[in-house]
């Protein structure tokens, strides 16, 4: 199988490059084992929250030579500053024609209301997700809060006591659907994901906007756990207009069903502009001559090798395995590329865990057009984008999503 690229992962990072690819004429391969990160996505995409020492950032450009002279392999620093802006106004650029309804400018960090109602800084959202803008102030009074009964992967009594300190009275409101007892009976059925392909049809949606109804009459806004909208990309904003005032979605604990809703349409935007998206398969090896990465296997295909001029490594980190930390070592298992770690496994992590973890920012060895190591030599056509890469803490930093997308887009431009 011949393709002028063959990206490896299927996750934000590699959907997004493979469809600039795409865009730009490439005949364009994704191999990806199956599920990515997005599907942990609390409904935003974070481009630099804090600084490495937890320095809250409300302008991230202004932060970047700040982060570049503490963190010289931080993917950021390996872009520069001026290329860094670029690709952020590119990236807004890209949500927009992907048709990805979004709020949020990359000049000014805002306020998304996480699962357990704090205030969290992030640079793009989802719409029809709660967030805060300027100092976070809110601007309701008052707000009901409606949950399922008996579901618990989200949290209103933690949400309702997080809005009060900012001065919003709440409500919970716990409701019930004739017709859903079989789904809330079982506990392993209970999630979100069943919640939605229910919610979602319309026999239940003339119930639901009277429930609504009847519990809101004193509130200025709902607050609704983001278990609607996965096959229905109306149903909110009808029951909104019916209802008659804002419903803002909160996160609930993974499955994600804006992360699962993310990950399918761009996959399906990525087929739509031509790529060819293999799901369920995974790269074991590659054959390199000299320092040029010729062709690579796959578990599915066998002895039928993906032959391509580029390759794009985009398979995450640790929870997509990515990356693999075994007792001695921390490795990237399909090419064993140089990984930075620290070879002491006691300084690894910290005991606190709300500490940052040194783990968080081991990752694959680049150079600075993000060509893969190997033995300290670059393979010519191989690139690293997204999660596995050295030099950043995803989580610490509130860098995660924003890394994978401005690599990608600067990968495909080398490319």
Same mark, same amino acid.
């Given at each position: 199988?011949?393709?002028?690229?063959?990206?490896?992962?299927?996750?934000?990072?590699?959907?997004?490059?493979?469809?600039?690819?795409?865009?730009?004429?490439?005949?364009?391969?994704?191999?990806?084992?199956?599920?990515?990160?997005?599907?942990?996505?609390?409904?935003?995409?974070?481009?630099?929250?804090?600084?490495?020492?937890?320095?809250?950032?409300?302008?991230?450009?202004?932060?970047?030579?700040?982060?570049?002279?503490?963190?010289?392999?931080?993917?950021?620093?390996?872009?520069?500053?001026?290329?860094?802006?670029?690709?952020?106004?590119?990236?807004?650029?890209?949500?927009?024609?992907? @048709?990805?309804?979004?709020?949020?400018?990359? /000049? %000014?960090?805002?306020?998304?209301?996480?699962?357990?109602?704090? &205030?969290? !800084? =992030?640079?793009?959202?989802?719409?029809?997700?709660?967030?805060?803008?300027?100092?976070?102030?809110?601007?309701?009074?008052?707000?009901?809060?409606?949950?399922?009964?008996?579901?618990?992967?989200?949290?209103?009594?933690?949400?309702?006591?997080?809005?009060?300190?900012?001065?919003?009275?709440?409500?919970?409101?716990?409701?019930?659907?004739?017709?859903?007892?079989?789904?809330?009976?079982?506990?392993?059925?209970?999630?979100?994901?069943?919640?939605?392909?229910?919610?979602?049809?319309?026999?239940?949606?003339?119930?639901?906007?009277?429930?609504?109804?009847?519990?809101?009459?004193?509130?200025?806004?709902?607050?609704?756990?983001?278990?609607? @909208?996965?096959?229905?990309?109306?149903?909110? /904003? %009808?029951?909104?207009?019916?209802?008659?005032?804002?419903?803002? &979605?909160? !996160? =609930?604990?993974?499955?994600?069903?804006?992360?699962?809703?993310?990950?399918?349409?761009?996959?399906?935007?990525?087929?739509?502009?031509?790529?060819?998206?293999?799901?369920?398969?995974?790269?074991?090896?590659?054959?390199?001559?000299?320092?040029?990465?010729?062709?690579?296997?796959?578990?599915?295909?066998?002895?039928?090798?993906?032959?391509?001029?580029?390759?794009?490594?985009?398979?995450?980190?640790?929870?997509?395995?990515?990356?693999?930390?075994?007792?001695?070592?921390?490795?990237?298992?399909?090419?064993?590329?140089?990984?930075?770690?620290?070879?002491?496994?006691?300084?690894?992590?910290?005991?606190?865990?709300?500490?940052?973890?040194?783990?968080?920012?081991?990752?694959?060895?680049?150079?600075?057009?993000?060509?893969?190591?190997?033995?300290?030599?670059?393979?010519?056509?191989?690139?690293?984008?997204?999660?596995?890469?050295?030099?950043?803490?995803?989580?610490?930093?509130?860098?995660?999503?924003?890394?994978?997308?401005?690599?990608?887009?600067?990968?495909?431009?080398?490319?």
């Amino acid at each position: 199988m011949k393709f002028d690229t063959v990206i490896i992962g299927g996750g934000l990072a590699g959907l997004v490059c493979g469809i600039k690819l795409c865009r730009r004429g490439k005949r364009c391969a994704i191999v990806s084992s199956g599920q990515s990160a997005l599907h942990f996505s609390s409904g935003s995409f974070d481009l630099l929250n804090y600084m490495p020492d937890g320095t809250p950032v409300s302008h991230p450009v202004a932060s970047i030579d700040d982060l570049i002279a503490r963190k010289p392999f931080h993917p950021y620093s390996k872009l520069g500053k001026e290329r860094f802006e670029s690709l952020v106004k590119e990236a807004e650029g890209f949500f927009t024609e992907a @048709g990805i309804d979004t709020v949020g400018s990359y /000049k %000014e960090n805002h306020y998304r209301i996480s699962a357990m109602g704090e &205030l969290k !800084p =992030t640079w793009k959202t989802l719409s029809h997700f709660a967030v805060a803008f300027s100092d976070g102030r809110l601007p309701w009074k008052k707000a009901a809060i409606f949950n399922m009964v008996g579901f618990l992967d989200f949290y209103p009594e933690f949400i309702a006591s997080e809005l009060s300190k900012r001065g919003v009275s709440s409500e919970i409101r716990l409701f019930a659907l004739p017709g859903l007892e079989d789904i809330q009976q079982n506990p392993s059925e209970f999630r979100s994901t069943n919640v939605a392909k229910a919610l979602d049809k319309e026999e239940y949606k003339d119930q639901l906007i009277q429930i609504l109804k009847d519990g809101s009459r004193e509130s200025d806004v709902i607050i609704f756990p983001a278990f609607v @909208g996965l096959s229905n990309d109306t149903i909110l /904003k %009808e029951m909104e207009d019916a209802v008659g005032k804002p419903i803002l &979605l909160l !996160p =609930t604990l993974p499955p994600s069903i804006a992360g699962i809703k993310t990950q399918q349409h761009l996959c399906c935007l990525f087929r739509k502009e031509g790529g060819t998206f293999m799901l369920g398969d995974t790269i074991l090896k590659g054959d390199t001559e000299g320092n040029f990465l010729r062709r690579v296997f796959s578990k599915n295909h066998g002895d039928i090798p993906f032959v391509a001029d580029h390759f794009v490594l985009a398979t995450g980190s640790y929870f997509s395995q990515g990356l693999i930390a075994s007792r001695d070592r921390v490795y990237e298992p399909v090419f064993d590329l140089d990984v930075d770690y620290l070879h002491d496994r006691q300084e690894w992590y910290n005991d606190d865990v709300f500490e940052s973890q040194n783990y968080m920012q081991f990752g694959v060895r680049t150079n600075h057009r993000f060509q893969a190591l190997r033995s300290g030599l670059p393979i010519e056509n191989l690139y690293v984008i997204g999660a596995g890469l050295e030099g950043f803490s995803p989580l610490k930093e509130g860098s995660g999503a924003g890394v994978s997308i401005l690599t990608a887009l600067h990968v495909a431009d080398t490319i």
